[in-house]
Protein backbone atom coordinates (compact mmCIF):
# COMPACT_ATOMS: atom_id res chain seq x y z
CA UNK A 1 0.00 0.00 0.00
CA UNK A 2 1.31 3.60 -0.99
CA UNK A 3 1.13 6.50 1.70
CA UNK A 4 -1.72 8.37 -0.82
CA UNK A 5 -3.10 4.38 -0.63
CA UNK A 6 -3.47 4.84 2.87
CA UNK A 7 -4.50 8.07 2.88
CA UNK A 8 -7.13 7.32 0.92
CA UNK A 9 -8.48 4.41 2.75
CA UNK A 10 -9.03 6.61 6.33
CA UNK A 11 -10.94 9.21 4.24
CA UNK A 12 -14.16 6.98 4.61
CA UNK A 13 -14.35 5.44 8.27
CA UNK A 14 -14.90 7.93 10.81
CA UNK A 15 -12.97 9.93 13.10
CA UNK A 16 -13.00 12.71 15.25
CA UNK A 17 -10.60 14.04 12.60
CA UNK A 18 -12.42 12.94 9.33
CA UNK A 19 -13.38 16.01 8.52
CA UNK A 20 -10.65 17.70 8.43
CA UNK A 21 -7.96 15.46 6.46
CA UNK A 22 -8.28 16.37 2.65
CA UNK A 23 -8.15 20.15 4.35
CA UNK A 24 -4.54 18.85 6.17
CA UNK A 25 -3.92 17.36 2.84
CA UNK A 26 -3.91 20.34 0.80
CA UNK A 27 -2.19 21.96 3.17
CA UNK A 28 0.60 20.80 2.92
CA UNK A 29 0.55 19.37 -0.88
CA UNK A 30 0.95 23.53 -1.62
CA UNK A 31 4.35 23.88 -1.02
CA UNK A 32 6.87 22.22 -2.71
CA UNK A 33 9.24 19.75 -1.07
CA UNK A 34 7.21 20.48 2.10
CA UNK A 35 8.32 20.50 5.65
CA UNK A 36 6.15 19.82 8.04
CA UNK A 37 5.85 19.16 11.93
CA UNK A 38 3.03 17.35 13.32
CA UNK A 39 2.46 17.43 17.09
CA UNK A 40 0.09 14.58 18.43
CA UNK A 41 -0.05 11.26 16.10
CA UNK A 42 -2.47 8.75 17.73
CA UNK A 43 -3.75 6.74 15.13
CA UNK A 44 -2.33 8.60 12.47
CA UNK A 45 -4.86 9.68 10.14
CA UNK A 46 -3.36 13.23 10.28
CA UNK A 47 0.05 11.61 9.51
CA UNK A 48 -1.16 10.29 6.53
CA UNK A 49 -2.95 13.19 5.16
CA UNK A 50 0.50 15.27 5.41
CA UNK A 51 2.59 12.04 4.10
CA UNK A 52 0.59 11.73 1.09
CA UNK A 53 1.01 15.48 0.30
CA UNK A 54 4.80 15.18 1.41
CA UNK A 55 4.85 12.00 -1.17
CA UNK A 56 3.69 14.10 -3.97
CA UNK A 57 5.50 17.14 -2.94
CA UNK A 58 8.64 15.19 -2.25
CA UNK A 59 8.93 16.53 1.38
CA UNK A 60 9.24 14.90 5.10
CA UNK A 61 7.10 14.67 7.96
CA UNK A 62 8.47 14.85 11.62
CA UNK A 63 5.48 13.61 14.05
CA UNK A 64 6.02 13.85 18.31
CA UNK A 65 4.05 11.98 20.18
CA UNK A 66 4.29 11.37 23.99
CA UNK A 67 3.20 7.58 23.19
CA UNK A 68 4.26 5.10 20.33
CA UNK A 69 1.02 5.61 17.24
CA UNK A 70 -0.51 3.02 16.01
CA UNK A 71 0.56 3.33 12.61
CA UNK A 72 1.65 0.99 9.63
CA UNK A 73 5.23 0.29 10.06
CA UNK A 74 6.12 0.92 6.30
CA UNK A 75 5.71 4.35 7.16
CA UNK A 76 9.50 4.58 9.16
CA UNK A 77 10.97 2.85 6.00
CA UNK A 78 9.26 4.99 3.21
CA UNK A 79 12.09 7.91 3.98
CA UNK A 80 9.28 10.60 4.25
CA UNK A 81 8.35 10.49 8.13
CA UNK A 82 10.64 11.04 11.09
CA UNK A 83 8.51 10.08 14.06
CA UNK A 84 9.86 11.32 17.61
CA UNK A 85 9.07 10.17 20.74
CA UNK A 86 8.79 12.18 23.67
CA UNK A 87 6.94 15.30 25.27
CA UNK A 88 7.06 18.40 22.58
CA UNK A 89 8.25 20.66 25.04
CA UNK A 90 11.33 18.65 26.15
CA UNK A 91 12.49 17.58 22.49
CA UNK A 92 14.84 19.01 20.24
CA UNK A 93 13.08 19.93 17.57
CA UNK A 94 14.37 19.59 13.85
CA UNK A 95 15.88 22.06 12.33
CA UNK A 96 13.45 24.81 10.33
CA UNK A 97 11.67 26.20 8.60
CA UNK A 98 8.52 24.07 8.10
CA UNK A 99 5.58 24.91 5.79
CA UNK A 100 3.27 23.83 8.18
CA UNK A 101 3.06 22.90 11.88
CA UNK A 102 0.38 21.28 12.66
CA UNK A 103 -0.97 20.92 16.83
CA UNK A 104 -3.19 18.06 18.16
CA UNK A 105 -1.57 16.91 21.15
CA UNK A 106 -3.23 17.72 25.09
CA UNK A 107 -5.98 20.35 24.16
CA UNK A 108 -4.74 22.63 27.47
CA UNK A 109 -4.35 25.69 26.97
CA UNK A 110 -1.50 26.93 28.68
CA UNK A 111 0.37 23.75 26.75
CA UNK A 112 -1.39 25.08 23.41
CA UNK A 113 -0.10 27.90 24.00
CA UNK A 114 3.88 26.91 24.77
CA UNK A 115 3.56 24.91 21.47
CA UNK A 116 2.40 27.90 19.83
CA UNK A 117 5.30 30.15 21.45
CA UNK A 118 7.74 27.41 20.91
CA UNK A 119 6.92 25.75 17.40
CA UNK A 120 5.73 28.76 15.41
CA UNK A 121 8.72 30.64 15.55
CA UNK A 122 10.26 27.77 13.00
CA UNK A 123 7.17 28.09 10.38
CA UNK A 124 8.85 29.85 7.09
CA UNK A 125 7.14 33.13 5.78
CA UNK A 126 3.83 32.01 3.68
CA UNK A 127 3.34 28.73 6.16
CA UNK A 128 0.52 27.65 7.66
CA UNK A 129 -0.26 26.38 11.34
CA UNK A 130 -3.45 23.83 11.76
CA UNK A 131 -5.04 23.30 15.32
CA UNK A 132 -7.08 20.94 15.74
CA UNK A 133 -10.40 20.75 17.95
CA UNK A 134 -10.46 24.25 18.29
CA UNK A 135 -14.47 23.59 18.75
CA UNK A 136 -13.95 21.40 21.80
CA UNK A 137 -16.09 22.67 24.30
CA UNK A 138 -14.66 20.89 27.38
CA UNK A 139 -11.25 18.96 27.80
CA UNK A 140 -10.76 16.83 30.80
CA UNK A 141 -8.77 18.79 33.61
CA UNK A 142 -9.45 22.35 32.11
CA UNK A 143 -11.65 24.41 34.01
CA UNK A 144 -12.69 26.71 31.21
CA UNK A 145 -14.36 25.83 27.90
CA UNK A 146 -12.78 25.75 24.82
CA UNK A 147 -8.94 26.00 25.37
CA UNK A 148 -7.08 25.18 21.73
CA UNK A 149 -9.77 28.37 20.95
CA UNK A 150 -8.30 30.66 24.05
CA UNK A 151 -4.68 29.55 23.51
CA UNK A 152 -5.09 30.90 19.56
CA UNK A 153 -6.50 33.74 20.98
CA UNK A 154 -4.01 35.00 23.50
CA UNK A 155 -1.02 34.16 21.06
CA UNK A 156 -2.55 35.83 18.46
CA UNK A 157 -2.89 38.74 20.76
CA UNK A 158 0.56 38.67 21.69
CA UNK A 159 1.60 38.33 18.42
CA UNK A 160 -0.45 40.60 15.96
CA UNK A 161 -1.25 37.23 13.93
CA UNK A 162 -4.50 35.67 13.37
CA UNK A 163 -6.23 33.05 13.23
CA UNK A 164 -9.37 31.85 11.35
CA UNK A 165 -12.01 29.05 12.28
CA UNK A 166 -11.78 26.58 9.67
CA UNK A 167 -15.19 24.79 10.17
CA UNK A 168 -15.05 21.20 11.61
CA UNK A 169 -17.04 19.15 13.33
CA UNK A 170 -14.16 19.59 16.77
CA UNK A 171 -12.99 22.51 14.72
CA UNK A 172 -10.12 23.56 12.67
CA UNK A 173 -8.15 26.59 13.13
CA UNK A 174 -5.90 28.65 10.71
CA UNK A 175 -3.24 31.07 11.39
CA UNK A 176 -1.32 32.14 8.23
CA UNK A 177 2.44 33.54 8.79
CA UNK A 178 3.24 36.37 6.95
Do not use: K
Amino acid sequence: MTLLDDYHARLEPWSDIQDCLTRLHEAAARYPRVRVLELGVRSGNSTAAFLAAAERADGHVWSVDVAPPGVPAEWADSGRWTFILGDDMIITPPAGPFGVLFIDSSHRCAHTLAELRRFVPLIAPGGTVLLHDTALEHVHGEEASFPVARALDAFCAETGLRWTELGAQYGLGQVTIP
